[in-house]
């Protein structure tokens, strides 16, 4: 079982002053830079490599002439971010983003001009009880 942290003890012990100096000094620093991602290695290739594959290169064949280069990135991530781009585009096409609706391309049929009725009365319905000669 953990043991309860006493926050009244902390208190009492912490230097206010002196920490709000030090969070004073890190606002006016640049954070630190965050850890690159595979995303962030193949960003500067992107349109290359998605023109590339609009002319047929597979994922599989693009990752492996990018790890020949130098490059170690493996096939699922090559995938995943090709994917990830192309849908961005694909949003950017149709409007998605920011909020903006997409552009509605459904088309509707038209209603059929020979419906046929289920009986002799003008608006379609049979009529139970009358007979008609």
Request: glycine share 6%; net charge positive; hydrophobic share 35%.
């Amino acid at each position: 079982m953990s043991k309860r942290i006493d926050y009244e003890q902390i208190a009492a012990k912490t230097d206010y002053a002196e920490l709000n100096q030090k969070l004073a000094q890190l606002a006016q620093q640049e954070p630190p830079k965050s850890r690159k991602t595979v995303a962030n290695l193949l960003e500067p290739l992107r349109e290359r490599l998605l023109a590339l594959q609009r002319k047929g290169w597979s994922s599989q064949q693009l990752a492996e002439e990018l790890k020949a280069a130098g490059m170690p990135v493996g096939v699922a991530r090559v995938r995943e971010c090709m994917n990830r781009w192309s849908n961005k585009a694909a949003a950017k096409r149709r409007g998605n983003e920011r909020g903006k609706p997409a552009i509605n391309h459904a088309v509707t049929a038209p209603p059929a001009a020979n419906v046929r009725s289920k009986g002799p009365g003008n608006d379609g319905q049979s009529k139970l009880g009358s007979r008609e000669p």
